[in-house]
C-alpha cells in the first residue's frame, strides 16, 4: 500500500513534503554549504525501496534468485552513483518538462510493482486460508 501511494504521488506530481520546526528552517537559512543536508538518503532508501527489498528477499528461495537480487541491487547502486554524480548534467538536458515526465513515467513503473505485490500478497492469503 506504501508503494501505491508513492506511485500515486508521483504520478499526479506532488512532491513528498518534509516538516521542519522554525528552529531547522532558520538554521537551514543560516548555513551555506548544502553537502551536510542528506537530501538523497530519504529519497533513496525509503519504505517503498525497504518494502520492494522485504518482499523481493522473502520471494527467493535458493542461491540464485537470492545473488541475482544483490547482483540487482549492486547495479542500482553503481546507476544511482553515476545518476547523483551527474545530476546538474541530467537536470540540464532534461529541463523541468522534462523531469516531470519522467517522474510521472517512474510512478507508472511503480504503481505496476507495487499492484502485483498486492495481488501476490492477497493471492497467498487466499491460498493459506484454503
Known amino acids: 500500500m506504501v508503494l501505491i501511494m508513492l506511485a500515486m504521488n508521483m504520478i499526479n506530481g506532488r512532491v513528498a513534503s518534509t516538516r521542519h520546526s522554525s528552529a531547522e528552517n532558520q ?3 543560516e548555513k ?6 542528506p537530501l538523497a538518503i530519504p529519497i533513496l532508501f525509503g519504505p517503498g525501496v525497504i518494502a520492494t527489498l522485504v518482499v523481493l528477499n522473502n520471494r527467493s528461495v535458493d542461491l540464485l534468485e ?3 537480487l544483490y547482483g540487482a541491487v ?4 553503481i546507476a544511482v552513483f553515476f545518476t547523483l554524480r551527474y ?3 541530467i537536470n540540464r538536458f532534461l529541463g523541468e518538462t522534462g523531469t516531470r515526465i519522467l517522474t510521472r513515467l517512474m510512478g507508472l513503473v511503480v504503481g505496476a510493482i507495487a499492484a ?4 501476490e500478497g492477497v493471492k497467498g492469503l487466499w491460498l493459506a486460508a484454503a
Open 74 to 77: 549492486l547495479v542500482s547502486t
Open 116 to 119: 502485483q505485490f498486492l495481488v
Open 27 to 29: 538554521e537551514a537559512q
Open 87 to 89: 545530476a546538474v548534467t
Open 32 to 37: 551555506e554549504d548544502i553537502s551536510v543536508i
Open 66 to 68: 537470492k545473488g541475482i
